[in-house]
């Protein structure tokens, strides 16, 4: 198992360009979650899933979409980049029982210039 | 909102010796997991120990070891024999069982001397 993969690992944006951020499982997990990761900081989440077709607002969504369409990839859409949305961003996922352990991805370092 | 407090930004430890990194939380909830996660150099998150709130008995993963105190919500983590590779920032978190959302502190950076 690859587990959690994240691409690209590494990006640069101009401000007002837009992006996506790949995350994919192969664990059949169905809970996958969106982390952003600042600076000397903690990780935030910014959207989950709890599987195919259902997603949700985590604690800071604002200038991010997401999709769910398959139970492997959640991809994150970033609409208008800002200098604010420079961070590293993780993606995660979780098998069904509440127990389970969020296992996380490499992150993609991300620069909005 | 559930909060999760690291107070020490940095730690040192000689090699071989023990440590302790704090870690406190508020949440008026009954039944939530606490997390330690270590984040080398690689950014590669790496879940160190899990504690279960209504288990009474401190979870220990060979050389880590924590401290949970609820009514204190205090939730501390002991390293032993530090080794080089311990060195890292740790992160605490917190996940109730109402939400499904990893609640993170802010991370202590350790740091491992020969």
């Known amino acids: 198992n690859a587990g959690v993969t994240q691409t690209p690992k590494f990006r640069i944006l101009k401000i007002g360009q837009s992006m996506t951020l790949q995350c994919t499982q192969d664990?059949?997990?169905?809970?996958m979650y969106w982390y952003r990761q600042d600076p000397g900081m903690g990780l935030k989440l910014i959207y989950y899933?709890?599987?195919?077709?259902?997603?949700d607002k985590g604690e800071v969504p604002n200038g991010y979409n997401v999709s769910r369409s398959t139970t492997e990839d959640f991809p994150l859409r970033l609409e208008l980049a800002a200098p604010s949305q420079t961070s590293v961003y993780f993606c995660?996922?979780?098998?069904?029982?509440?127990?389970?352990?969020?296992?996380f991805g490499p992150g993609t370092r991300l620069t909005v210039l | 909102a559930q909060t999760v407090t690291q107070s020490q930004p940095e730690m040192s430890v000689q090699e071989a010796e023990t440590v302790t990194l704090s870690c406190t939380y508020d949440?008026?909830?009954?039944?939530?997991?606490l997390f330690w996660y270590k984040q080398p150099p690689s950014r590669q998150m790496i879940l160190v120990i899990r504690?279960?709130?209504?288990?009474?008995q401190n979870a220990t993963e060979n050389r880590f070891s924590v401290n949970f105190q609820k009514a204190a919500k205090s939730f501390s983590l002991k390293i032993s024999d530090s080794q080089l590779g311990d060195a890292a920032m740790y992160f605490c978190?917190?996940?109730?069982?109402?939400?499904?959302?990893?609640?993170f502190g802010t991370g202590t950076r350790l740091q491992v001397f020969p």
């Open positions: 995660a996922s979780r098998g069904h029982l509440f127990n389970n352990e969020q296992f």
């Open positions: 664990m059949n997990h169905n809970y």
């Open positions: 899933s709890v599987g195919a077709g259902i997603t």
């Open positions: 949440t008026s909830e009954s039944d939530y997991y």
């Open positions: 504690q279960e709130a209504y288990k009474q």
């Open positions: 978190a917190y996940r109730g069982l109402a939400t499904d959302k990893l609640i």
